[in-house]
């Protein structure tokens, strides 16, 4: 049976930057409604 | 309207322009100093042992023009901004398509005179034998030159009046030149390298349909870009 | 403004079930035996270029309309579909040179998919420029419905150039005519992951709408010299 690629590294960066840029933009959006929202 | 007087009208349009350009001649002259600077800088930007310049040539060809285009695009409209000379443009009794030809006439005018003062400068400093495909090579860049700048004129009648236009219009219109700078480019390689016609017939039919489709586009499109 | 708050709670909840998507990909699924763990990218990595593209191709139908109806909430949707699709195009963008490195042994190669995805960015980033560039709404929006359609015209030529050459990316797999060569529990990991994602770009585009709305509200008002480009 052949090996499989240890590659682990390389997801866990992926699915932290992903999840970075996903909240950030949540976070951005967040942010500007609320101060677009104070009178 | 009767397609003759679109015509007449751009016509008319485009002569106003290159009379203007004619008097001055402030533009054409940075234009074609510009292109000789460009092939300067590729001349000692190159380490002439490393690579032949028959390879670069269609490289430093397509990036000096493309520079330059961008560069004379904004020229256009620019001289619409003095006195709200466009204004006056718009209320004359012509239609909006044929002001768009107009500058469309004038600008692919002014292109192609820089082209011309380019392609036999490229081919001295760099040694390469344009002569002998002349023919093919100037209905590439034909080719070339009318699909980027009927994108660029459009785009130029949108930005002319934001406050970073040079800037603005290159970063719009660039991703649009690529796709017919990349055929045009892929064309000229086996043209300057003395291959038959046939092995770049697919490129030109590329570039052909990038300029009916956008040329089509930017007339539908440029009445929007101007005031109603 | 009810869509704002709307969109801020479907927001709060895609994102509680990206975190449900994360635990079952990263616990729950298989592993591929050829690519190894680095195959799991996979889940996050189509569905972003899924809506990515969609996104582009909403922006284009929106503009066409525009140009027709006049109407300005097409071109609101349009703007907040433009940079939605910009923030996905980021993570295709930062996700595929990661896959890309353990799996072909470079981080970036200019296959046709990513020269694809790169137009692509490159497009959304002036469409968005060209937004923040004109201070008039009017005018913003006709040029941004012009831009948009050319943009959605130029994304079938840089299709078929990159396509001449030959690719390295893998072909699509889950979208074949035929039945999808995933294994099952790949594929409905895979699926949820999408419906996350296409939830994330609903309650994101509500929320960018809303901000329109409301910064044409605070402009109309008077008061249009507070913060820009929420064009």
Same mark, same amino acid.
């Given at each position: ?17 992903? +999840?970075?840029?996903?909240? +950030? ?15 | ?22 008097? *001055?001649?402030?533009?054409?002259? *940075? ?27 269609? *490289? ?6 493309? &520079? ?57 400093? &760099? ?22 700048? *009927? ?33 045009? $480019? ?6 300057? $390298? ?27 499109? &440029? ?6 | ?150 943009? =959605? ?10 396509? =001449? ?67």
């Amino acid at each position: 049976m052949e090996t499989v690629p240890q590659n682990g590294g390389f997801m866990i960066a992926a699915y932290i930057i992903t +999840g970075a840029i996903l909240l +950030g933009y949540a976070l951005s959006l967040y942010l500007r409604a609320r101060r677009s929202l104070r009178p | 309207m009767r397609s003759p007087e679109l015509l007449r009208q751009a016509w008319a349009v485009a002569s106003k322009d290159l009379l203007i350009e004619f008097r *001055s001649r402030t533009a054409i002259v *940075s234009a074609a100093m510009f292109v000789i600077l460009v092939l300067l800088v590729f001349t000692f930007a190159r380490d002439p042992t490393a690579v032949a310049a028959i390879d670069l040539a269609p *490289s430093i060809l397509w990036v000096t023009l493309t &520079f330059a285009a961008v560069l004379a695009l904004n020229r256009a409209f620019q001289l619409e901004l003095e006195n709200q000379a466009l204004d006056g443009l718009l209320l004359a009794p012509i239609s909006r398509s044929s002001i768009y030809l107009g500058k469309l006439i004038a600008n692919l005018v002014f292109v192609g005179t820089v082209e011309l003062i380019g392609v036999p400068l490229l081919a001295l400093f &760099f040694n390469v034998a344009v002569w002998p495909y002349a023919g093919p090579l100037a209905l590439v860049i034909a080719l070339a030159t009318l699909g980027f700048v *009927s994108v660029g004129t459009l785009f130029s009648a949108m930005t002319v009046r934001t406050r970073v236009s040079d800037l603005l219009l290159a970063v719009l219109v660039l991703p649009f030149m690529i796709p017919p700078l990349m055929w045009a $480019a892929r064309a000229t390689g086996p043209l300057l $390298a003395g291959r038959p016609l046939s092995e770049i017939a697919g490129w030109l039919k590329m570039l052909a349909a990038y300029d009916i489709v956008f040329l089509a586009l930017a007339l539908f499109l &440029f009445p929007a870009t101007v005031n109603e | 403004m009810k869509l704002l708050r709307a969109g801020q709670w479907i927001t709060g909840l895609a994102l509680l079930l990206l975190a449900g998507v994360y635990v079952r990909a990263l616990a729950f699924t298989p592993v591929e035996r050829m690519q190894g763990l680095a195959q799991k990218i996979f889940y996050l990595h189509v569905p972003a270029a899924i809506w990515a593209e969609t996104a582009m191709i909403l922006v284009g139908i929106a503009s066409v309309f525009y140009l027709f109806l006049k109407d300005p909430r097409l071109d609101r949707f349009a703007a907040a579909s433009a940079e939605v699709g910009a923030v996905f195009a980021v993570i295709i963008l930062t996700t595929g040179p990661i896959w890309g490195k353990p799996i072909w042994g470079t981080w970036w190669s200019w296959d046709a998919r990513l020269t694809l995805t790169l137009f692509l960015f490159l497009l959304y980033m002036g469409y968005l420029l060209l937004r923040n560039a004109v201070s008039d709404p009017g005018e913003r929006a006709r040029f941004s419905a012009v831009l948009g359609i050319c943009g =959605m015209v130029l994304v079938p030529f840089i299709h078929f150039s990159v396509y =001449m050459f030959r690719t390295l990316h893998p072909m699509p797999i889950v979208l074949k005519p035929s039945s999808p060569s995933l294994p099952p529990a790949m594929l409905a990991t895979w699926l949820m992951s999408l419906g996350v994602f296409t939830l994330l770009y609903v309650g994101f585009v509500m929320q960018r709408y809303g901000l329109s709305y409301l910064r044409e509200q605070l402009e109309l008002a008077g008061d249009g010299g507070r913060g820009r480009g929420e064009g």
